[in-house]
């Protein structure tokens, strides 16, 4: 196993890629990541590459063996509690950012508690039920606060069909908006890792554009 670099290695290996205006607001910014399945724990793993500053990370779920075709964990870590296994994986990535876990069900009395004080939310729970319940529960309680969600990305469909579209003035959807693992076509990596994708890069689009993102949520499902 390789010695740990230091956080002065690490923040110059950043600058080389990175403007300094660029890694200061993504340095400065908080994101929490709600499901920590194909979608969440991709997510959480590209913002923690890019330099996200503090990464909240719920999910009340074990690691299983079904999902490792296509979330982020590893055959040792299965029955593993997500919100511990995750945070394991982003450490080896940058052990200097702040990763804060709760293992906890997201429901309609704890959503303004978890989110209230974060301006964007990436939504992807797996049932609509879900879906539709975080959507509106974040939008009517969290007036700040932009969602992200992720709605299509089952098969191995054309990849491009995945988009990011902005449907109101504080959501957003990626994916296709018409595959579902009801359609008995599977959840595979590469189109959920797309879709992943797409979430990370719309809230980094919103960090960088400075609205109010010190703190930045992505709440994901079980994909």
């Known amino acids: 196993m390789g010695e740990l670099i230091s956080q002065e290695e690490l923040d110059r290996a950043f600058d080389a890629r990175f403007p300094e205006e660029m890694r200061t607001k993504l340095r400065n910014a908080r994101v929490a990541v709600a499901g920590l ?9 590209m913002l923690a590459r890019s330099g996200v500053g503090e990464l909240l990370l719920v999910d ?3 690691v299983d063996v079904t999902n490792l075709n296509r979330q982020m964990y590893f055959i040792p870590q299965l029955g593993k509690p997500k919100s511990e296994a995750l945070p394991e994986i982003l450490r080896q990535i940058n052990p200097y950012l702040t990763y804060e876990s709760v293992c906890v069900k997201v429901i309609p009395e704890n959503v303004k508690e978890l989110f209230e004080d974060y301006p ?3 939504e992807a729970f797996d049932r609509p039920d879900q879906k539709a319940m975080l959507v ?3 939008l009517s309680k969290c007036p700040e606060t932009t969602v992200i969600s992720g709605n299509g990305m089952a098969g191995y469909a054309d990849i491009n069909e995945i988009r990011t579209q902005r449907v109101m003035q504080r959501l957003y959807v990626c994916g296709d ?3 579902d693992v009801g359609d008995g076509i599977g959840l595979i990596a590469p189109r959920v890792s797309a879709c992943a994708a797409h979430e990370a ?5 919103l960090i960088m554009q400075n609205r109010k ?3 930045a949520v992505c709440a994901t499902r079980e994909q």
Do not use: H, P, W, Y
């Open 136 to 138: 509106r529960e974040v």
């Open 177 to 179: 908006q018409k595959t």
């Open 213 to 215: 993102t010190e703190v």
């Open 120 to 122: 964007i939310v990436c």
């Open 60 to 62: 009340f779920d074990v």
């Open 201 to 205: 890069n719309q809230v980094l689009q």
């Open 37 to 45: 399945g194909g979608l969440g724990s991709n997510i959480a793993v």
